[in-house]
Structure formats: C-alpha cells, structure tokens
C-alpha cells in the first residue's frame, strides 16, 4: 500500500484510501492513525496511512459510532495538510446519511480556531451534499457565521488564519451555486465590506467556474465592480517601509494619510509604516514587499 500511495508526489492515491476505508476494520485505523507528524510527516508514504486510517474513521463515525467525532476534532489541527483534508471526506461520509447531524456538529466547530473553522467548511462544501434547500441555507449560515469572524482576526499572519482564508476562498462559491437566490445575496454583502482578507475570499469565489456556470452576468457585475474600487489596489498584509534619509521627508507621510493611503502612524490593518531618521542628507527611500 506505501507503494501506490502516490507519495512522495503531488497527489496522494485517495481512491485507495476510500477503498482502504470501505474494506478496513476499527484496529487497522487505530494502528493507522498512530502515525504522528514525526514519523509519518508531510508526503511520505507514511503519512498516507494515517490519511486511510482518517477516512476509515469517518466510515464508521456513518455507521453509528459518534464518539469519533472527538478523534476527527483533534485531527482537524494536525500540522499535516493531508491529514486535516482527510477529516473533511470522514465528515462526508457521515453526511452521506445524516446531514442534520453534520450540520450540528460543524455549527459548534464553526465556533472554534481557525482551523476548525476551516475544517468545518470543507466538509459542508461538498456538492453531493446540498442537494437540499435546507441543508445549503444551513450551510451558508455557517460560512456567514466564520466569515464574520474573520474581521475580528488581530494577527492576519499566522499560517492558521491563512488555510482558513483559502479554504473560504472557494467554499463560498460552492454553497452558492446550491442556492443561487439567496447565496448571492450573502457574498454581495460582503462584496461590499472594507475588510480586505474578506474581500480577497469574495475575489476568489468570483474566478471559479461554478459562479460563472451559474450566473455569469452576476459575476461580471461584481469583478467589474471590483476592478473599478480603488480600495483594494492592494493586497491583504501587504506592508511598507518607509525609511527616512532626512526629517524633512516626515511631510510625505502627512500626504499619505492626508489621501488615505494610511490610517494613522505605526500599525494599521494593512500597512506598517516605519520611521527611522538616519543620518546624511538624501532623499526618502521606500520599499515594500508581499507578505
């Protein structure tokens, strides 16, 4: 099996593990998931054993045995990106025959860190499971509830925040296309917001297929409009450092807030802006660079 894991590589074999699931019994997936992230680390062939021994978990969390949810909610932070994707097909499967129950329990994970939160929306963003009004509106209640929270988010650094992001980067465009009416009407909503990591995950459903597979003027209007916002010119935490040569160039930076390209001195939301007079004549100096 380490054999045809597809590891090292881009792509792990997951129709073995779901096969490695449908066939394996409760020992073979304890003795699985024993693997941690020093013995099995990132794209080793071991690393796709606790990956099968994930997924396994989630088959049998759908035959009955809910005490596995607290195993699948430690797992949702394993430092291993497979791993935590493997949380999110055991999820599924339990969907497959309880969505009311998967939407419960992801409403409380949607309520926790961020990659909870971030586990909680793949496993609901899966199209074979919102077939239903009423599982997509739940389901766009959740991605509401999480992208809510993104704006009260202090360190937009962190490596959890941004697997969070990214995750909503698409999730959105999935639970939309299940209830088009009033899915549009949630992201035009935060279309519409000044946050800019909000506005980036927004950014990112408009470039999927899907959206424009749904409604492709809908998503014209909203680039367009986008493009035309002179507000989001720039990236999320993307930084400046601005070294003063001379005390005179101090004025520059009153233009700068003067226009708005700043909010205030030292640390705002997207700009760090850092004074330091050096010595010698010459003119200011700038440069930035991508976070």
């Known amino acids: 099996m380490l054999k045809e894991s597809g590891l090292p590589g881009p792509r792990g074999n997951i129709e073995l593990a779901q096969v490695v699931a449908n066939e394996g019994n409760r020992r073979l997936f304890q003795r699985y998931i024993t693997y941690t992230a020093e013995e099995a680390p990132v794209n080793s062939p071991y690393e796709f054993l606790t990956f099968c021994g994930i997924v396994g978990l989630g088959r049998l969390l759908a035959e009955g045995d809910t005490s596995l949810i607290k ?71 959740i991605l509401d509830q999480i992208t809510m929270g993104i704006e009260q988010v202090e360190n937009r650094r962190s490596d959890d925040f941004l697997t969070l992001r990214k995750g909503l980067g698409y999730c959105w465009s999935v639970a939309v296309v299940a209830l088009p009416i009033e899915g549009k009407a949630l992201m035009e909503k935060w279309m519409d917001k000044s946050d800019k990591d909000v506005r980036w995950i ?30 989001d010119d720039y990236p999320a935490r993307y930084y400046a450092v601005v070294v003063f040569h001379c005390p005179h160039t101090i004025p520059a930076v009153v233009d700068l807030l003067a226009v708005g390209l700043v909010g205030s001195l030292g640390i705002c939301h997207d700009f760090h802006i850092g004074l330091r007079h050096q010595p010698g004549a010459g003119r200011a100096a700038s440069s930035r660079s991508d976070c």
């Open 71 to 141: 195993t699948l909610h430690q797992f949702a932070s394993d430092p291993r990106w497979r791993i935590r994707e493997g949380v999110a097909i055991a999820l599924q499967r339990l969907g497959d025959v309880n969505m009311e129950r998967l939407i419960a329990v992801m409403r409380e994970w949607g309520q926790g860190t961020a990659l909870e939160q971030r586990a909680a929306a793949a496993a609901l963003c899966e199209p074979r499971l919102l077939g239903r009004a009423q599982y997509a509106r739940a389901v766009l209640g």
């Open 202 to 231: 927004m950014k990112e459903n408009l470039k999927k297929a899907r959206l424009v597979r749904m409604d492709a003027d809908w998503v014209k209007k909203w680039r367009g409009k986008d493009e035309h916002s002179t507000k």
